[in-house]
């Protein structure tokens, strides 16, 4: 199957579903390769897939993890520039219960993966505004998201001031 990604010039429409994790004041992010920044984990959604099917294949695919009924908690629409490409993003937040097997460390990589030949390292960093600031995490709409979780899902709309 294909990715829900199109590029048209620089613009780019991209479909995403991610995992919030957390534990014991800590969120578990990943950092692809060398990149100045980390994410949540997950990735795209495939054509012809929902995001929940998407989400537990992407937990598998990264974490070797089956997960348990995962619960949509954000809808975001972001905009933003990445890569030299004008992102238009759908991204879908999922809250999931942490992996049994993924080790709770909180000084340092926890896991390591591997996706579409990039390297992939896991940590276990805490949730606090203030620190999620520190290690850059992307999308920064989701810095502050992720501390107070909503009952229900809520859909946000995000747009970057440089977009």
């Given at each position: 199957?294909?990715?829900?990604?199109?590029?048209?010039?620089?613009?780019?429409?991209?479909?995403?579903?991610?995992?919030?994790?957390?534990?014991?004041?800590?969120?578990?992010?990943?950092?692809?390769?060398?990149?100045d920044f980390v994410c949540l984990p997950g990735g795209r959604v495939q054509r012809g897939e929902s995001s929940l099917a998407a989400i537990h294949r992407?937990?598998?695919?990264?974490?070797?993890?089956?997960?348990?009924?995962p619960q949509l908690k954000y809808v975001i629409?972001?905009?933003?520039?990445?890569?030299?490409?004008?992102?238009?993003?759908?991204?879908?937040?999922?809250?999931?219960?942490?992996?049994?097997?993924?080790?709770?460390?909180?000084?340092?990589?926890?896991?390591?993966?591997?996706?579409?030949?990039?390297?992939?390292?896991?940590e276990w960093v805490p949730f606090s505004a203030n620190h999620l600031c520190r290690v850059n995490l992307h999308p920064i709409a989701m810095r502050t998201r992720i501390l107070s979780l909503p009952e229900a899902f809520e859909h946000h709309t995000v747009v970057d001031p440089e977009y």
């Open positions: 199957m294909s990715n829900l990604t199109f590029d048209e010039g620089i613009n780019r429409v991209n479909v995403r579903t991610a995992g919030i994790i957390r534990r014991d004041g800590h969120v578990l992010v990943v950092r692809e390769d060398d990149d992407e937990m598998m695919e990264e974490l070797n993890a089956e997960i348990e009924a629409e972001n905009f933003f520039w990445r890569y030299g490409k004008r992102f238009h993003e759908f991204a879908f937040y999922y809250e999931v219960e942490p992996p049994a097997h993924v080790p709770f460390v909180i000084d340092g990589v926890c896991q390591k993966g591997e996706d579409d030949g990039k390297e992939l390292s896991f």
